[in-house]
C-alpha cells in the first residue's frame, strides 16, 4: 500500500467517525435525508479513492472494519449504520462503485436516489 492509498483510507475513516458524532437518530433501515445525503457523498468519495487506485477488496474489508469499531456505540449516536441490515447496505452499495465503474457524481446520484427509496419504504 502506498502513503497515498493509506492518507486516502484515513480520510475515509475520518469522514466515517465525524459523521458518527453528528448523527441523528434515524431507524434501522430507514436513514434519514442527512444520512442519504452524507451517505451518497461517502460513495461519491469511495469513487475517488476508486479513480485514485484503492482496490475494491481493501476499500470493503476497511468498511467491514470501521462497522466492526462502530458496534462500540449505540445504535443512536452511529452515522448510518445502526444495524447489521444498514452495514449490508452501505457495504453492496460501496463495492457497486467497483464492479460497475462510472464518475463520482454518477455513483453518488444512483446511491442518492436507492438510498431516499429506501428511506420512504414502510
Do not use: Y
Request: proline residues 4%; negative net charge.
Amino acid at each position: 500500500m502506498t502513503e497515498r492509498d493509506a492518507m486516502l483510507q484515513l480520510l475515509a475513516l475520518g469522514f466515517f467517525f465525524c459523521c458518527a458524532l453528528h448523527a441523528t437518530p434515524s431507524i434501522a433501515g430507514r436513514p434519514t435525508m442527512e444520512e442519504c445525503l452524507e451517505g451518497s457523498d461517502f460513495i461519491r468519495n469511495a469513487a475517488l479513492s476508486r479513480d485514485a487506485g484503492v482496490a475494491a477488496d481493501a476499500f470493503v474489508d476497511r468498511m467491514r472494519d470501521d462497522f466492526f469499531a462502530i458496534r462500540a456505540f449505540p445504535a443512536e449516536l452511529r452515522w448510518f449504520v445502526h444495524d447489521e441490515a444498514d452495514e449490508v447496505f452501505l457495504a453492496e452499495q460501496a463495492r457497486l462503485v467497483f464492479e460497475q465503474p462510472s464518475d463520482p457524481d454518477n455513483h453518488r446520484l444512483r446511491f442518492l436516489r436507492v438510498c431516499v427509496d429506501r428511506m420512504a419504504k414502510d
